[in-house]
């Protein structure tokens, strides 16, 4: 008898230290019918909330290269940019319709909530594409795991480039398509392999899913790395020195380079991202020859000119895409250089690529990143 009251004693005791442990976790109370903010999934998902904070996707309002283009645009087109650009900068406000982003879940941008309560697409919906269910149900890549804290639910999309699609594909108003990462995805041998978006921008790092569920695991990162990050950009592009060839009276360097790394052209995105190969000759009395190509593509304004500034062309204002040299996902590009070196000296060649984003804002800023690089050095 004694014993078995002691157990039962025990027994009490261990579910309410359970409990107090449990109520300290569980103190943040979802709303149910409308977006939460992500500092309330931060509660438990601290280490995902971390990665996400400083993506890119947490600072699509908030950056200031998109955000002084949008206050262009928004005075270009007299207020209508409000509806064209939120849908994928800040993709709640479809719902809420803060257009004016007054409130501070708008100037989230992409966030937690919007991802996790999206429960289709509809990529032919150019207005809306997104199909949600703002519930107490998260869709995810987890499969029926009982959770305090919320419903889940096992989601395909999650786990599928479609989701990305909504966002990352473009075609302006007259046809033309601004951006086309997804379909340049699409018609590339990843997607044959069923390598998606996710299996290269959200890899799989050490962390914990949730505080409360109180196991170390593997998180997917929620940073997406993209053209922004050194690291990813470094892997991608592989130059090489093919050949290097005496002419009568030059010198004739062959590079390649090799869009070893990404699912989608080099550069995707927005058309003002160009990729430059250099190409440069150094003789022993310290001559310097260069030349380079640039890879690009180019929206043509109604006059056949260069259209530079983001907001115009993110408006839908091209009229006609000009050049697409850009390099396909695994392709290999060959380029020839032709300098005037006599034949007889000593050289020294180096080819490398740069990554160039210049936004042309109030003044003219500029991103810069050397990708790769090859060098050899030829006597005679
Ligand atoms: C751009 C949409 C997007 C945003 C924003 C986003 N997620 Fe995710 N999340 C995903 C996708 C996609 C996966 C599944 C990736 C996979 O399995 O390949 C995922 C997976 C998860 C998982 C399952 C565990 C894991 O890491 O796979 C949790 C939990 C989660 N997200 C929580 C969050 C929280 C919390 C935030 C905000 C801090 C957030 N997500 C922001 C798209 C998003
Ligand atoms: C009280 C704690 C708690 C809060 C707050 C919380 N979650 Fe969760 N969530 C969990 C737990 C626990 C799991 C399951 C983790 C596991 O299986 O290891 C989970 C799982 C998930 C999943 C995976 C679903 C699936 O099927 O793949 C997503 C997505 C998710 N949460 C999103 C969110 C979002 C978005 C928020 C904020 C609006 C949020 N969570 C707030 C505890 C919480
Ligand atoms: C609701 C729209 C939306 C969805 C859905 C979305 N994105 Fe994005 N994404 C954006 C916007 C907007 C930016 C640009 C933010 C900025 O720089 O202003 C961006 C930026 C990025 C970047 C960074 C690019 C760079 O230059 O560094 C990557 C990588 C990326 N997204 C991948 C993904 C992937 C993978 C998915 C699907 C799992 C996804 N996105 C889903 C809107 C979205
Ligand atoms: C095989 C891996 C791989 C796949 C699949 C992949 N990407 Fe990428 N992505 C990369 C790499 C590497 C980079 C960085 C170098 C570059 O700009 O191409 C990148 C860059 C980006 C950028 C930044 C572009 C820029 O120039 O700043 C965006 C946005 C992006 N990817 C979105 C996506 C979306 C959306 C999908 C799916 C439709 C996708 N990616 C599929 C590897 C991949
Ligand atoms: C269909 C979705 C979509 C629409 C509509 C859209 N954007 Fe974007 N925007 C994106 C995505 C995705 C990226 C990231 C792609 C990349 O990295 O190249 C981006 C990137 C940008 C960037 C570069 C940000 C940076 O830091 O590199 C600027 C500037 C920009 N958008 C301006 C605008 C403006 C202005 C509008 C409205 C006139 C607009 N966008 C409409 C999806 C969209």
Not at 43 to 59: Q, R, T
Not at 201 to 215: A, C, D, L, V
Not at 245 to 274: F, W, Y
Not at 353 to 378: A, F, G, S, W
């Amino acid at each position: 008898m004694k014993l078995k009251a002691l157990i039962f004693l025990i027994i009490i005791i261990l579910i309410s230290v359970n409990t107090s442990v449990y109520s300290q976790d569980k103190e943040v109370k979802l709303k149910d019918n409308e977006y939460n903010a992500s500092e309330s999934c931060a509660e438990c998902h601290l280490d995902i909330y971390n990665k996400w904070k400083d993506s890119v996707h947490a600072m699509s309002v908030d950056d200031p290269i998109f955000y002084t283009s949008y206050i262009e645009a928004y005075t270009i087109s007299s207020g209508q940019a409000k509806t064209l650009c939120l849908k994928c900068h800040a993709p709640t406000v479809l719902v809420t319709k803060d257009y004016e982003l007054k409130n501070r879940l708008s100037r989230e941008g992409v966030s937690c909530d919007f991802c996790h309560t999206l429960k289709g697409v509809k990529l032919n919906d150019r207005r809306d594409p997104f199909m949600r269910d703002i519930s107490p149900v998260k869709r995810g890549p987890l499969d029926a795991v009982k959770v305090e804290g919320h419903k889940i639910e096992y989601s395909k999309l999650h786990l599928s480039s479609e989701l990305c699609a909504a966002c990352h594909e473009y075609v302006s108003d007259n046809g033309l398509s601004i951006m086309g990462t997804y379909s340049e995805w699409k018609a590339s041998s990843y997607a044959a392999e069923g390598k998606q978006c996710q299996n290269c921008h959200m890899p799989r790092i050490e962390g914990e899913i949730s505080k409360t569920s109180n196991q170390k695991r593997i998180i997917n990162d929620h940073n997406l790395q993209g053209g922004h990050y050194i690291v990813q950009l470094k892997k991608t592009q592989l130059v090489k020195i093919k050949e290097i060839k005496r002419l009568k009276d030059g010198v004739s360097v062959s590079v390649s380079v090799e869009n070893a790394g990404s699912g989608h052209m080099v550069p995707t995105g927005i058309p003002t991202r160009k990729l430059i190969l250099n190409c440069e000759v150094r003789t022993v009395k310290n001559k310097v020859f260069n030349d380079k190509r640039v890879f690009e593509k180019i929206i043509a304004g109604k006059n056949g000119e260069e259209m530079v500034k983001d907001s115009e062309i993110m408006l839908g204002m091209g009229a006609a895409i000009a050049k697409d040299n850009r390099i396909g996902p695994k392709e290999v590009r060959v380029e020839e250089f032709i300098f005037g070196i006599p034949g007889n000296t000593d050289i020294s060649v180096s080819a490398w690529v740069d990554y160039l984003y210049k936004p042309l804002l109030l003044h003219e800023t500029e991103m810069k990143i050397e990708m790769n690089r090859d060098e050899k050095t030829v006597s005679r």
